[in-house]
């Protein structure tokens, strides 16, 4: 139960355990939680930037969308427009195309009943002479009435 | 706490038995070498199972060794980051030191007290104290070495006047100057007495109890020695705690100026 020797051996035993702690355990074990440390508070800043990204993405991705909506609206209202533009130009061209063919039609029907009074109206005056001669063949001298027949004849051409 | 046969003289032969250190040497110059032995032991296995964690130490996923031995590290780092404001590359190593090394040899005190003396008893050892703490010794070695350090802080951090000053104007001021001293000295000298006086009480009283459990009949040897076993597990690492945190906070007070 005595102090002796044993004090001094018992020092120099913990001076050298304190020693080769201090130099060669604690440093790297401090350096090591140090790393993970730092690496640990990396890790939540690049997920905190990760998530903010995500967020930014998301917004991007919202105002794109909208974009992309307004834009297909445009083009179905453009594209609505220009179906009654179309409807409206093929009316009109319709319409004008069919006013045509009516007056070209007309202009036929003109030419043709002008045609067709002419025919008659040579045919008439034929007819109006023969009878006319016939009838006048036993009184009428063709000579003597030649004027009287011509005047009707011309009557004749401008009815 | 094994029964066995005791030695001629009884009970007090038994424990007088326990309480003999296996010795060399003579007057001062005796050495225990038990004491040494198994702190040197435990020292050496305390830095083994550091250096290999310290070797192997990555800043990635930790192992099962070197997750211990972070735990450690942290638990004593943050003590001293608790009490210690300055800086200094020795405190924490030192307090780690203290803890795990208080620990491993109070640990010794569990394991039971006839098993490793009868071994020895074998092989022809008459004589083996397995606690070093039990052995003022010990304790005092460390309580004296970490009093060196306080007075050698003291004096680098306050320089040679600033420590004199400090013994011998305070706490009074210069008019009682050796009232001063002698109050500051008895201050300084009572904390490496505490210090190891403490850590050797109670892990001798807990070993003289293993000690006495182990004289009674059998039966009721585990009725007391499983308690007190628990309980003792408390003291061995409370008492570990306590020197180490200590220590700090002598060392803090050292560093501080007045």
């Given at each position: 139960?005595s102090i ?5 051996g018992q020092m120099?035993?913990?001076?050298l355990?304190v020693w080769?702690?201090?130099k060669?355990v604690w440093?790297?074990?401090m ?17 905190e930037?990760g998530?903010h990204?995500?967020?930014?993405a998301g917004?991007r991705?919202?105002v794109a969308l909208?974009e992309?909506?307004?834009?297909a609206a445009?083009?179905v209202g ?7 533009e ?7 061209s319709?319409r ?7 007056a070209?039609a007309?202009?036929e029907i003109?030419?043709?009943?002008q045609?067709?009074?002419q025919?008659?109206r ?6 109006a ?5 016939q009838?006048l063949?036993?009184e009428?001298?063709?000579k ?7 005047t009707?004849?011309q009557?004749?051409?401008k009815a | ?5 005791h030695d001629?003289g009884g009970?007090t032969g ?14 001062f ?5 038990d ?10 296995l305390?830095?083994f199972?550091f250096k290999i964690?310290a ?9 099962l060794?070197?997750n ?7 638990f004593?780092d943050t003590q001293v ?7 200094s590359?020795l405190i ?5 030191t ?7 040899m109070?640990?010794m ?6 098993l490793?003396?009868d071994?020895?008893s074998?092989?022809g050892i008459?004589?083996l104290?397995v ?6 010794n010990?304790t ?10 306080i007075?050698?802080?003291?004096v680098?951090?306050?320089g ?5 000053k400090?013994m011998?104007?305070t706490p009074?001021?210069?008019?009682l100057m050796?009232?001063?001293?002698l109050l500051?000295t008895?201050?300084?000298l009572a904390?490496?007495v ?5 850590l050797f009480?109670?892990?001798y009283a807990?070993?003289l109890?293993?000690?006495l ?5 059998w039966y009721?040897q585990?009725?007391?020695?499983f308690?007190?076993a628990?309980f ?6 409370l ?5 180490m945190v200590?220590?700090i906070v002598y ?6 100026e007045?």
């Amino acid at each position: 139960m005595s102090i002796n020797a044993t004090l001094i051996g018992q020092m120099i035993t913990f001076t050298l355990l304190v020693w080769f702690t201090m130099k060669y355990v604690w440093p790297p074990i401090m350096q090591a939680l140090e790393e993970r440390k730092k690496k640990i508070a990396e890790g939540l800043a690049a997920a905190e930037r990760g998530h903010h990204e995500m967020e930014l993405a998301g917004k991007r991705a919202s105002v794109a969308l909208k974009e992309a909506r307004d834009q297909a609206a445009e083009i179905v209202g453009k594209a609505q427009k220009r179906a009654g533009e179309i409807v409206e130009e093929s009316k009109e061209s319709a319409r004008t195309e069919g006013e045509r063919l009516i007056a070209a039609a007309r202009s036929e029907i003109s030419r043709e009943v002008q045609q067709a009074k002419q025919s008659l109206r040579d045919q008439v005056s034929v007819l109006a002479i023969d009878a006319a001669e016939q009838i006048l063949r036993e009184e009428v001298d063709r000579k003597k009435h030649e004027k009287i027949l011509k005047t009707v004849a011309q009557q004749l051409d401008k009815a | 706490m094994a029964t066995e046969t005791h030695d001629a003289g009884g009970a007090t032969g038994y424990i007088i038995h326990h309480l003999t250190s296996l010795s060399a040497g003579e007057g001062f110059w005796t050495i225990h070498l038990d004491t040494l032995f198994f702190s040197v032991f435990l020292g050496c296995l305390f830095l083994f199972a550091f250096k290999i964690a310290a070797e192997k130490v990555t800043s990635g996923v930790p192992g099962l060794l070197q997750n211990i031995v972070e735990t450690l590290v942290e638990f004593v780092d943050t003590q001293v980051k608790d009490s210690f404001h300055g800086k200094s590359k020795l405190i924490a190593p030192l307090g780690l030191t203290i803890f795990v090394w208080v620990f491993l040899m109070n640990f010794m005190d569990l394991i039971p007290v006839d098993l490793l003396p009868d071994i020895a008893s074998w092989i022809g050892i008459p004589y083996l104290r397995v606690v070093p703490t039990t052995d003022l010794n010990a304790t005092f070695a460390m309580s004296i070495s970490v009093f060196c350090l306080i007075i050698f802080y003291s004096v680098k951090v306050k320089g040679g006047i600033g420590f004199a000053k400090e013994m011998l104007l305070t706490p009074f001021g210069p008019w009682l100057m050796p009232f001063n001293l002698l109050l500051k000295t008895v201050e300084e000298l009572a904390k490496p007495v505490s210090l190891g006086l403490r850590l050797f009480g109670n892990l001798y009283a807990g070993e003289l109890i293993f000690i006495l459990i182990a004289l009674l009949p059998w039966y009721v040897q585990p009725l007391l020695s499983f308690p007190w076993a628990i309980f003792h597990l408390l003291i061995i690492t409370l008492q570990a705690f306590i020197f180490m945190v200590l220590t700090i906070v002598y060392l803090s007070l050292a560093h501080e100026e007045h």
